[in-house]
């Protein structure tokens, strides 16, 4: 949905029109285009081929854009109560008559619509939003008489401009010329500079809902979800002349894939498109258009899926790898990766590494990466260095979020030993990693799982992060860009949080709040800024929060389940929740009875051995996690308690859902 200049005159016209029954607006050749990209958005029609009239939600869009610019401006003093509560209304920007706006200035596109998303989830505008949002009547300003505070919140027009875009449909008509616009056009996220900004064909593209802009700058762009799979569609076939792809092709391709009989002539049609094959089976460019259908007719989701890897993490990895490498070799047991052998080999390569550092910058520690300095200073100074190692790296809070992303799987060896074995999705991160031990962060993977909504595109900091931890080339994501994007999108996790992620998590509430505010906040106690950015990166990567475009920070429903589950737990607790924890969970629900009412799972003594095997752990590993799970409240005497089911309802919500084959994105080797 783009509302410019040009748009808005029209829609003023058209709805005067409709006020007076007998007016007619005769509209120039050079409105045609303008007319088009409205009635790709679903808020014209037209009703002769000479007279164009508005749909509902285009007289709904109308109405309230008139009401912006005819009202004014409200002065800053208090007015009506816009929320209902004791919120009251403090000032709102006016809007001026369409004929006054800049040519090119957009009241409404896709970055203004992620905008008022993320306020409405949010329940507050976030600051990246507000200037963007009052300039365009779209927020006020409001004082919380409780709170005394003075905050930003949705206007009326901008919750009914939402709401307005929800319940639109767009119109799906490419023609042969716009396919091969498509065609050329990077898939992103991309400079907007990449596509011909301005131009009839991105307009259509935009109306349709197939590309995205970033907010708060529409500096960014991306195909949407349905932008993606039609761009797929059109690579493999659509060629021809006219209309090449239409709603009205999608519903037949469909109803042919359903076994429905369309006729021996609309079979012709889409074998002659080349989404369908001689024998009338589907085409790749069949299969893609099948799942543009069903992101146009049911919508794409809503969640965004991500990933967060530290360079740490990845260097356990690597050294998991090496000590099988050796036990292969030598089949020597005392090369297997036990916890006290892992531990042993990192206390090694830590020393090696940071004995490097100090021999090249000598006493010069603070010429060395930030990163580094505070454990330099402290390796300088140590006695014994595996309390060094013990206390500036957390050995198995590392192989936690490893397990928590489905990487590592802790398991019980022919001696009954916890060992350590690397996940097929491990080793895959593992041969991304060979070129360079790097950071993943949830933010550069985000720049682009984000694309898989309706309207949305990466911020420009997110681009550049993704750009810079090289998955995002020029103009579309890289070979690793695209292996991590499929692995947040299919990935099994499991909850983890640790004593200060547990911190930063009951910070945010579940209305939301500001990332500016989490900061603030933690750092007044004290905490690091770095450590509160990976602790919100972990957070996000493993779906228990989300950060906005507009800088406000929400719980998802895994979040909120998970904060529920994590309140009864005592105050300091370290890792309250973790993967073998839940493994623990889950087997004793397996071998226990539900009491509904109760909400409460029985597990009679005799089971706890089951639970055991079902667990795959260690002896040794399922009673320190089932000791833990009592202490956090999960488990009781003999039964899982109603925050034990919790936590495995958390569980579950932070599961993707692929809606089909083609849901996720595409497997690295299908790049060629």
């Known amino acids: 949905m783009l509302i410019r200049k040009a748009h808005a005159i029209a829609l003023k016209r058209l709805l ?26 679903g808020l014209v029609r037209q009703q002769t081929p000479v007279r164009w009239v508005l749909t509902y939600s285009g007289t709904a869009l109308a109405q309230a854009l008139q009401e912006l610019y005819t009202a004014g401006p409200k002065p800053y003093g208090e007015s009506e109560d816009e929320t209902g509560g004791d919120i009251v209304l403090r000032s ?7 004929e006054e706006w800049e040519d090119d200035w957009r009241w409404l596109g896709t970055e203004i619509i992620a905008m008022l998303d993320a306020a409405d989830r949010a329940g507050r505008v976030g600051p990246k939003a507000e200037s963007a949002l009052m300039d365009r009547g779209l927020a006020a300003r409001v004082w919380d008489r409780e709170k005394k505070a003075e905050y930003t919140i949705l206007s009326d027009a901008g919750r009914t401009v939402l709401e307005i875009y929800r319940n639109t449909h767009p119109r799906l008509i490419i023609d042969n010329e716009l396919a091969d616009f498509i065609r050329s056009a990077p898939i992103g996220p991309a400079p907007s500079s990449r596509l011909p900004l301005g131009s ?36 493999a076939g659509g060629f021809g002349e006219g209309t090449v792809l239409s709603g009205d092709l999608l519903w037949l391709l469909a109803q042919h894939a359903d076994g429905e009989d369309i006729g021996a002539d609309s079979v012709a049609v889409l074998q002659s498109l080349g989404y369908l094959d001689s024998e009338g089976e589907l085409l790749p460019a069949g299969e893609w258009a099948l799942e543009a259908f069903r992101l146009w007719r049911d919508g794409p989701r809503t969640d965004v899926w991500t990933l967060a890897i530290t360079a740490e993490e990845v260097e356990i990895l690597q050294t998991i790898d090496a000590l099988w490498k050796k036990y292969g070799e030598t089949g020597n047991e005392d090369e297997i990766p036990t916890f006290k052998r892992l531990r042993r080999e990192m206390i090694d390569r830590k020393v090696k590494e ?9 006493r010069k520690i603070k010429e060395m990466p930030r990163q580094y300095q505070a454990i330099a200073q402290k390796f300088a100074e140590a006695k014994d260095l595996a309390k060094w190692y013990d206390d500036n790296f957390v050995l198995r809070e590392s192989l936690y979020s490893l397990e928590s992303f489905n990487l590592v799987s802790s398991d ?6 916890e060992v350590f074995n690397i996940t097929p999705i491990g080793r895959e991160v593992l041969a991304e990693q060979e070129k360079g031990r790097r950071d993943i962060t949830s933010t ?12 949305s595109a990466p911020a420009d900091d997110w681009w550049q992060e993704a750009h810079e931890a090289g998955l995002i080339g020029s103009a579309e994501p890289t070979r690793s860009g695209w292996l991590y994007a499929h692995l947040a999108e299919t990935l099994y996790r499991r909850p983890l949080v640790t004593r200060f992620e547990m911190l930063v998590f009951q910070t945010i509430p579940e ?3 500001t990332v500016d505010e989490v900061y603030e906040i933690l750092q007044k106690r004290g905490e690091e800024p770095e450590r509160i950015r990976w602790a919100l990166e972990k957070l996000e990567a493993r779906h228990l929060i989300e950060i906005l475009p507009d800088g406000n920070v929400v719980e998802t429903e895994a979040g909120k389940l998970l904060d529920r589950a994590l309140s009864g737990v005592p105050q300091g607790f370290g890792n309250p929740v973790n993967p073998l924890m839940v493994r623990v969970l889950s087997a004793l629900r397996e071998v226990g009875t539900l009491y509904v009412k109760e909400r409460k799972v029985r597990v009679l003594p005799r089971n706890i051995k089951e639970a055991w095997k079902r667990s795959g752990l260690s002896k ?6 089932l000791k833990a799970a009592r202490v956090s409240g999960f488990v009781g005497k003999n039964s899982v308690t109603t925050a034990g089911l919790l936590v495995l309802e958390a569980t579950e919500a932070m599961q993707p859902k692929i809606g089909s084959e083609l849901g996720g994105f595409i497997q690295p080797e299908e790049l060629g």
């Open 620 to 625: 040794e590993a399922f009673d320190d996690a």
């Open 511 to 513: 209305s939301g709040m």
């Open 92 to 98: 709102t920007h006016g809007l001026p008559a369409p």
């Open 444 to 455: 550069a993977v985000k720049a682009i799982t984000m694309t898989r909504k309706m309207f």
């Open 354 to 362: 940071y004995r490097r550092l100090l021999e090249k910058y000598g």
């Open 16 to 41: 005067k029109d409709q006020e007076d029954s007998l007016a007619f607006s005769e509209f120039a050749v050079e409105d045609t285009n303008t007319l088009l990209e409205l009635e790709r958005a």
């Open 200 to 235: 009839h064909e991105e307009h259509m593209l935009e109306a349709m809902r197939l590309i995205a802009y970033s907010a708060p700058i529409a500096d960014v762009v991306a195909f949407t979800a349905l932008g993606q799979a039609v761009k797929r569609a059109l690579q």
């Open 412 to 417: 019980e060896d022919e001696r009954g030993a």
